[in-house]
């Protein structure tokens, strides 16, 4: 006999209903969504919140690795100057984590701010 038959056979000898077979796939879909989905949903949000915070005088990093300060900006772009050089950069090249960091006291500085 044919492998196929021999499994369906055995399927329909256990008389479980439908939803029981489908079961494992509807608990894989669902663990997909909160393992990689939303987390991923989540951090698009906040990266589209900081960059709509992001204004004049922030230092910034672009994904390409410039830092520079913001002159101007716009809606979609900033205009940026590193080194006495200005430059046109979309909003979406600016790396969340690295402008963050860079922005964040030293800790030294939250040493002392304690004191």
Known sequence: MNLLNIFLMMGGAQGGSPLSSFLPLILIIVVFYFFMIY??????KEQKKFREA???????????GIHGKIVD???????VESEGTRLKIDRTSISMEASKALNAPKKEEKKEEKK
């Open 39 to 44: 987390p991923q949903m989540k951090k698009t």
């Open 54 to 64: 992001l204004g004049k005088g922030d230092k910034v990093i672009t994904i390409g």
């Open 73 to 79: 900006a716009n809606d979609e772009t900033f205009i």
